[in-house]
């Protein structure tokens, strides 16, 4: 019975590819990160290895390249996978040897097809004692001296953010906006009690009337002052004293004749 070891930080990607492969007689073992699948590389001892080659940490090229320098290893069948919105990079699957590219959701036939030949491949190699790419053995350093050598993509990490973005965008929204409803209802009460005690405390106010679009009347000249009435002031008289036989004072009385000079 070939063993497959499928590597891959989607839970409904594991459960759909063992489900299918377990169906068609394949023993499967599923983890979930690069770490995880070299550790069990041998007590697994997969004949075949799915690898998703977007994952945290390493990826599905990286898994591959460590098999293929790996003498070990070397007779292992690799294909490596990607959700159908991710990018699977044609060029650095051919670099590092991959021997086939499969697209998820994992559909059954499409599965099956690319799995069975390689893991009778897998099998013819494992019971020849060598695999057929494997160079002599005697002449081979150990498997655990093969270095593990990372392979950075850019595109493959800024297409691996954008995917963990895009992902998670919709849990950082519900959690935002529950927050902000908790911190609107806990402060509610408080502004509300506060405004009451404002309104209790302030004046009424009274309506505002609308006012009238028309323009202001010229200022009017101011009214001059009444003028002051003119006092004359008060003059006394003293009293003429009249005599007798005078007018308004005139001694009008006769004058007496002179005494001539014949009476001498």
């Given at each position: 019975m070939?063993?497959?070891?499928?590597?891959?930080?989607?839970?409904?990607?594991?459960?759909?590819?063992?489900?299918?492969?377990?169906?068609?007689g394949?023993?499967?073992?599923t983890?979930?990160?690069?770490?995880?699948?070299?550790?069990?590389?041998d007590d697994?001892?997969?004949?075949?290895?799915l690898?998703d080659?977007?994952?945290?940490?390493?990826?599905?090229?990286e898994?591959?390249q460590?098999?293929?320098?790996s003498?070990?290893?070397?007779?292992?069948?690799?294909?490596?996978?990607?959700?159908?919105?991710?990018?699977?990079?044609?060029?650095?699957?051919?670099?590092?040897?991959?021997d086939?590219?499969?697209?998820?959701?994992?559909?059954?036939?499409?599965?099956t097809?690319?799995?069975?030949?390689?893991?009778?491949?897998a099998a013819?190699?494992r019971?020849?004692?060598?695999?057929s790419?494997?160079?002599?053995?005697?002449?081979?350093?150990?498997?655990?001296a093969v270095?593990?050598v990372a392979?950075?993509d850019?595109?493959q990490?800024?297409a691996?953010?954008?995917?963990?973005?895009?992902?998670?965008?919709?849990?950082?929204?519900?959690?935002?906006?529950?927050?902000?409803?908790?911190a609107i209802?806990?402060?509610k009460?408080?502004?509300?009690?506060?405004?009451?005690?404002?309104g209790?405390?302030?004046?009424?106010?009274?309506?505002a009337?609308?006012?009238?679009?028309?323009?202001?009347?010229?200022?009017?000249?101011?009214?001059?002052?009444?003028?002051?009435?003119?006092?004359?002031?008060?003059?006394?008289?003293?009293?003429?004293?009249?005599?007798?036989?005078?007018?308004?004072?005139?001694?009008?009385?006769?004058?007496e004749?002179e005494?001539?000079?014949?009476?001498?």
């Amino acid at each position: 019975m070939s063993r497959i070891l499928l590597v891959d930080d989607s839970p409904h990607a594991q459960r759909m590819g063992e489900r299918i492969l377990s169906e068609e007689g394949y023993e499967v073992v599923t983890v979930s990160n690069a770490d995880s699948a070299l550790i069990r590389l041998d007590d697994v001892d997969p004949d075949v290895v799915l690898a998703d080659v977007v994952m945290p940490g390493r990826t599905g090229y990286e898994i591959c390249q460590y098999l293929k320098m790996s003498p070990r290893h070397r007779h292992v069948r690799v294909i490596l996978t990607a959700g159908v919105l991710e990018v699977l990079d044609e060029a650095n699957a051919k670099r590092v040897e991959s021997d086939a590219t499969l697209r998820k959701p994992f559909e059954a036939s499409a599965l099956t097809a690319a799995v069975k030949p390689l893991a009778e491949a897998a099998a013819q190699d494992r019971a020849a004692g060598s695999g057929s790419k494997a160079p002599d053995r005697g002449a081979a350093p150990k498997a655990h001296a093969v270095p593990f050598v990372a392979v950075v993509d850019e595109e493959q990490v800024r297409a691996a953010v954008t995917v963990a973005l895009d992902a998670s965008m919709a849990a950082m929204v519900e959690e935002i906006t529950r927050q902000v409803l908790v911190a609107i209802a806990t402060r509610k009460p408080e502004s509300d009690a506060a405004a009451a005690a404002i309104g209790a405390a302030a004046p009424p106010i009274a309506s505002a009337q609308p006012v009238p679009l028309t323009p202001p009347e010229p200022p009017k000249p101011a009214a001059p002052n009444p003028a002051t009435a003119r006092v004359e002031p008060v003059r006394r008289v003293s009293p003429i004293r009249l005599r007798s036989g005078s007018i308004l004072g005139l001694d009008i009385s006769r004058p007496e004749p002179e005494p001539s000079d014949d009476s001498e």
